[in-house]
């Protein structure tokens, strides 16, 4: 199973290990880990699973949609060069040790 790490806005870092195609947001809202919260249940709709993905792995994901750009948009916290809405990015045995940093506020 891919491993995930979530690092909260304050460094804390919680690492999990998510069947394989479960969403990085799935995965964060049903192991209570804060700092992603998913109102739209992966519809990409509500932005408020957005993180921002560590360098190093950015190159490995899936392009994104021009829904989840114009997603991107609309985010609580500033967007970066490497934010991405979490519902979009699948747990794969290709991003196994994925570190993904949540932002400071999803509303
Ligand atoms: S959960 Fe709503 S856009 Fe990702």
């Known amino acids: ?6 690092v909260s806005f304050d460094g804390q870092s919680t690492q999990l290990e998510l ?5 990085i947001m799935q ?3 049903m192991n209570g880990v804060e700092g992603i919260e998913g109102e739209c249940s992966g519809s990409c709709a509500c932005a408020t699973c957005h993180c921002y993905v560590d360098d190093a792995w950015l190159a490995k994901l ?9 997603m991107l948009d609309d985010t609580a916290s500033e967007r970066k060069p490497n934010s991405r809405l979490s519902c979009q990015i699948k747990a794969t045995a290709e991003l196994d040790g994925i570190v993904i940093h949540m932002p400071e506020e999803q509303e």
């Open 1 to 6: 199973m891919p491993t995930v790490n979530y």
């Open 19 to 23: 069947a394989e195609g479960m969403t």
């Open 62 to 70: 899936p392009e994104m949609s021009e829904n989840e750009d114009e």
């Open 27 to 29: 995965g964060a809202v």
